[in-house]
Nanobody
Framework: QVQLVESGGGLVQAGGSLRLSCAASGRIFSVASMAWYRQAPGKQRELVASITSGGSTNNPDSVKGRFTISTINAANTVYLQMNSLKPEDTAVYYC???????????????WGQGTQVTVSS
């Protein structure tokens, strides 16, 4: 099986910073990409940042310039550095990995359990 374990969430004041971590473990042959999503109460889950195995990154405009995604490929670990946090960033943040467990077969999506980020005004 594959497990994604997140850490680093918490309560922070507006303007502050947090760093989220996510480590994927288990039987993993290759990782195509890793990403962070978030879901606020009453809203749909949305992409926050993604990074491919080649290092290409993507951010929506709402977090561009404030959030930075990075990874240690060899450790199947991804980080999300969040700066200049705003109350509207409050959400449960989920780690995602698109990977395959064997040398053949399709890539599949795996998810972490989520970590709460609360930004107070």
């Amino acid at each position: 099986q594959v497990q994604l374990v997140e850490s680093g969430g918490g309560l922070v004041q507006a303007g502050g910073s947090l760093r989220l971590s996510c480590a994927a473990s288990g039987r993993i042959f290759s990782v195509a990409s890793m990403a962070w999503y978030r879901q606020a109460p009453g809203k749909q889950r949305e992409l926050v940042a993604s990074i491919t195995s080649g290092g290409s990154t993507n951010n929506p405009d709402s977090v561009k310039g404030r959030f930075t995604i990075s990874t240690i490929n060899a450790a199947n670990t991804v980080y999300l550095q969040m700066n200049s946090l705003k109350p509207e960033d409050t959400a449960v943040y989920y780690c995602n990995a698109r990977l395959r467990r064997f040398s053949v077969g399709p890539y599949s999506d795996y998810w972490g359990q989520g970590t709460q980020v609360t930004v107070s005004s």
